[in-house]
């Protein structure tokens, strides 16, 4: 049996929610954890300097990305994407699946992979798990993610059920294709959609092949099925993924959906919502989302979040910030991108010390209450100087 790159320890447990220590070839990760999206290998707006300071200790790159551009040939020149990109600490890659799905007319499902047109240029490619393996070894990422169909939100059992059967087909093409297994964890992602018998069909279907895998994903939640869905297969079926293994979650960035997934027992989550939404005037605060691109906040001196010790909210007003973003100055939107990943890395730990001193439930209660209460609190309502 050989020897996993990438290995997980338990801490401590409360109920199913969990805080352990992932330990990978580029440092070791606390969890539960928070990981920024570093699509094209970087983190919008944000310098490496400034991710460690806000207490990242893992972020993401993408597989189909950044072989369309700039090209994981010349990645790997540089000496993979921890050189390129000067990150020294731990990287996941997604499989560039997601995003080859997503481009609907643009591929062609087949047994042997996935042809697509580059949204870059029109050209023809072809990706396959072997393909995605390929550029992810040239990446270099301490976590490489399976190749996998990733189907529409809300798709039938009927779709399903060939899906999954050929991801589990795809999942030994990619570990007889991984070719640094002793340097890069392999994570296996459990499908299913909504449907619980589908995702323990697909979970035991990949479990069969446990010994190459460092960790698991649960994937396709979070692509439009109804809140209490998502829930529910968190709850039902994340208890059943292998205890002594990382538990990642994919694409999730909303706090309330977070806390729910730590208390199934998730450990590792990632979204571009907290670049995304701040790059457009949108911050998380602990009474909920601040839209500070509206007039009322113009006069406003407070910080965007009072309760935040953030390097931002120790600095800059709302009033600034929104003059910054309606003037269209880049700072703008580096300080609301910087606060909404400081918010939600700091949900985590935060998350982390709670399952540490037993008192998970009672943290994530009051964190719900607050967070729901919104504009009725006077912290989110618009201030005027005096």
């Not at 020294?88 to 997601?98: N, R, V, Y």
């Not at 010994?211 to 698991?216: K, R």
């Not at 990642?248 to 670049?275: F, H, K, N, R, W």
Request: net charge neutral; glycine share 10%; aromatic share 8%.
């Amino acid at each position: 049996m050989q020897k996993l790159p990438v290995t997980y320890e338990l801490v401590k447990k409360t109920g199913n929610a969990r805080a352990g220590v992932i330990t990978t070839p580029h440092g070791k990760i606390e969890t539960p954890v928070f990981m920024p999206v570093g699509t094209q290998g970087t983190v919008k707006g944000m310098t490496k300097e400034e991710l460690i300071e806000l207490g990242s200790e893992i972020i993401l790159g993408n597989t189909y990305h950044l072989h369309l551009r700039p090209g994981d040939d010349l990645v790997a020149r540089f000496g993979g994407l921890h050189k390129f990109s000067a990150w020294e600490k731990p990287i996941l890659t997604d499989s560039g699946g997601f995003q080859v799905f997503s481009l609907g007319h643009l591929r062609k499902i087949t047994e042997e992979g996935v042809a697509f047109s580059s949204h870059l240029d029109g050209s023809k490619r072809f990706l396959s798990p072997e393909k995605s393996i390929e550029i992810q070894n040239n990446l270099g990422s301490d976590i490489v993610m399976l190749f996998d169909e990733c189907p529409p939100g809300m798709s039938s059992k009927e779709y399903l059920i060939p899906s999954i059967e050929r991801t589990a087909r795809w999942a030994k093409r990619c570990i007889d294709a991984h070719k640094r297994p002793d340097e890069q964890g392999l994570f296996a992602i459990v499908q299913g959609g909504i449907y619980e018998e589908l995702r323990e069909k697909s979970l035991e279907s990949l479990m069969e092949m446990d010994e190459a895998f460092s960790g698991y994903a649960m994937g396709g939640l979070a692509v439009g099925e109804p809140r209490e869905d998502m829930y529910r297969i968190l709850e039902n079926v994340t208890p059943k993924f292998p205890e002594n293994k990382p538990r990642y979650l994919m694409g999730v960035g909303e706090p309330l959906d977070m806390l729910e997934a730590v208390e199934s027992g998730i450990d590792m989550m990632d979204c571009v919502q907290p670049t995304r939404i701040g790059r457009h005037g949108t911050v998380f605060t602990k009474y909920g989302r601040l839209v500070i691109k509206n007039a009322s906040y113009a006069e406003d001196d407070r910080p965007l979040d009072e309760g935040c010790d953030c390097y931002v909210c120790r600095n800059y007003s709302r009033g600034y910030i929104r003059h910054l973003l309606k003037a269209g100055e880049i700072l703008g939107q580096r300080l609301t991108t910087y606060h909404n990943l400081y918010f939600l890395v700091h949900l985590m730990k935060n998350a982390r010390k709670a399952i540490l001193e037993d008192r998970f439930p009672e943290f994530k209660e009051e964190f719900i209450k607050n967070y729901k209460m919104g504009n009725s609190s006077e912290w989110i309502k618009p201030k005027k100087i005096k």
